[in-house]
């Protein structure tokens, strides 16, 4: 079984865009607690007016803690990231939408109540049980004018490269530095198109 969770997020900047040049979305969820906690790393780099030849680096960190219901057996679940777009709403605003996949749940079985009458074995009729699944809390967004404070932490990321013009393979291979064999695995690279969105695993460590 599996559930997406999904995540509408505004994102102000404090100069004006014009243009994103790149971005790519880092994960660094786990599960603790029956809680799945973490960060979305959101960065790259844009423009601040359409004539500019130079761009500038951004970085957001959204912190995530989706409560599971204890309906749910956890021990195989997978943290993915399924889907991920944007949006420039405005001349510094930047909407991003993001689907967090929770893949390999597996559901108890519940078994209804039983009551005893003359011998006789009777089901009692049961209410349908409510599913609280998930709640997504956001707090508030650090940009990179702030202070970003990393742990001190291995995680597997699962990054989104947005293919844009010029691109090539080669390219995105070496900007990752992940080998062609791997970027296969997760993607279909045979014709690379802009706009086509690449799934790109890593794993990083943080000091």
Not at 125 to 147: A, G, I, Q
Request: glycine residues 2%; hydrophobic residues 35%.
């Amino acid at each position: 079984m599996k559930k997406t969770v999904p995540l509408k997020k505004d994102i102000p900047f404090k100069t004006n865009i014009a243009e994103i040049t790149s971005i790519a979305l880092d994960h660094q969820l786990d599960l603790e607690d029956r809680k799945v906690k973490g960060n979305l790393v959101i960065s790259g780099s844009y423009k601040i007016n359409d004539v500019s030849i130079n761009t500038e680096e951004f970085k957001y960190n959204i912190p995530v803690n989706i409560e599971m219901s204890e309906r749910y057996i956890l021990d195989d679940m997978n943290i993915t990231i399924d889907d991920f777009y944007y949006e420039i709403v405005n001349d510094n605003l930047l909407s991003v939408s993001i689907e967090i996949g929770l893949d390999n749940l597996k559901e108890e079985e519940i078994l209804p109540p039983f009551k005893y009458e003359d011998e006789k074995v009777e089901a009692v009729s049961k209410e349908e049980n409510v599913e609280s699944m998930s709640r997504l809390d956001t707090e508030e967004v650090k940009t990179l004018f702030d202070n970003f404070d990393d742990s001190n932490e291995s995680y597997t990321t699962y990054r989104v490269c947005i293919v844009k013009e010029n691109d090539t393979v080669d390219s995105i291979i070496l900007k990752y530095n992940i080998n062609k064999e791997l970027l296969e695995q997760y993607n279909d690279i045979s014709e690379l198109k802009i706009g086509d969105k690449l799934i790109i695993p890593a794993v990083h460590e943080t000091n």
